[in-house]
Structure formats: C-alpha cells, structure tokens
C-alpha cells in the first residue's frame, strides 16, 4: 500500500481510556504511516487490548499531571525522522494526509503547523474561544521537545511552515465530560502556576475571568455563533475563574 513508504513517520496518540476512539484515530492515522505509537497512562477500559489488535505499538508511563512529560516520554521510542502528534479524538482529513506525505516525502528540517475545527456539543464552531486554531504538531523527532504540564507546547528551533488541509477535533460530546476535564486542567495549571512563583489575587482572579468572557465574545466573535458562542465565552469565564481561584486558595493555605 502506498502508505508503507511513510515509514520514516511515527504517529504519537496520549490516551487513557479510549475505547471509543481508539479505533478511529488508528485507522486514520495509517492513512499517513503504518507507525503508530500509543502512549498509556492506566486504562482500564479495553483501550490497550484495541490498539494492539489494531496494529499500534502501545508504552505505559504512569500519569503524573504532565502532558509534556507523555510527550518527551514518546520521543523516546519513536525510531523514525518524522513524529506527528495526534489526540484520540483528532482526525486528519483526506487534504491533510496528502500534505503530510508530500512534507515527509520532501524532507526539509522544517516544523509543520496545522488548522483544527473544533466539534463540541454538537456544534462546530467558527468564531469564540473555539474558533479554528493554529496547532504544531509534524517535527523532525531529534529536534523537538515540549515544555509546561497543562496547555503543554513543543520547543523547536526550526522554520515553520502550515500544511494545507484541517485536524477535526470532536472534543466534548457533553457538559460533564467538559466539567470533569475542566476540572483537572485547572487544577495541574494552578499547581504548576504555584510552584514556578505566580501569586494572584481575589481581585484578579474575576479580573482574568472577566477578560476572558470579553476576549471571546467580542473580541474573538464569538457573538456570531449564536447560542453556542454565549455559552462557550461563559464556560471559558468559569475555566479561567476557576484557575485563579485554585491558585488562590494554594497560596492562601501556604
């Protein structure tokens, strides 16, 4: 098959309990090369026994609130020139996966760029703080690595381009799923915040939330989406009071 010249590519996929998109981020991930890497950090459900059946080479590293720490645990395994990072819930459309192939094929010591659609509860959204991102994701394996433990972002020196084509991304399918991992970044950025130094006040934390609604909006649009561009802006005012308000309460028990 075509795809079996792409070997000097690895796809790098951070799952815990994937069950349902285990299957599909593979499968679309063959699209660009046969090497799909699996990084666990404690499933339960049948993620792993999926993966494996499904060709994907899966690694355990036990999960310590640290996205870059799963990302630079990969690098280590990967064997190939080429590393593309994906989430289980990402696909690459047909577009991309030829851009992909002809940016590996050509070889140039060069970082890609790629746009995202984001799909939430139902909606895909084109304005807000869910508007279409930009997003670094193909990079020669030996000249990247990332850094922070939250809203995690590759270090590389090299030139960057943007690949044509999008990654769909259908993220949250439900207010608790938003809820739950809302939750847990908030918590790991707060942390982390805490430990390099950041201090903040009350007054603050409504200031950043405040700033944040109007960010997304207004400033961003989001207005124009209706309905889901209200109470997207509304959830991001929540998310960012939410951090404030943890790195708050850290520095008040200290």
Known sequence: ME???MSGLTVVVLVKNEELNIVDVINNAHCVSPNVLIVDSGSSDNTVSLAEANGA???YREWDNDF???RNFALKHVDTEWVLYLDADERLDDKLCDAIKNAIGGNVAKQYSIMRKIHAF???YKHGIFKPDEVLRLFPTKAVHWENKVHERPVCDLPKE???GFIEH???NSWQQWWDKAGKYTTIWAEDSFAKGKRTSLGACLGHAVYGFLRAYIIQLGFIDGWSGLYSSL???IYTMMKYLKLYELQSKK
Do not use: C, D, M, N
């Open 3 to 5: 795809f079996l010249k």
């Open 122 to 124: 139902g909606f895909e």
């Open 162 to 164: 943007r690949l044509a």
């Open 170 to 172: 259908y993220t949250y």
């Open 57 to 59: 080479k899966v690694v």
């Open 68 to 70: 870059s720490a799963q």
């Open 235 to 237: 959830q991001h005012f």
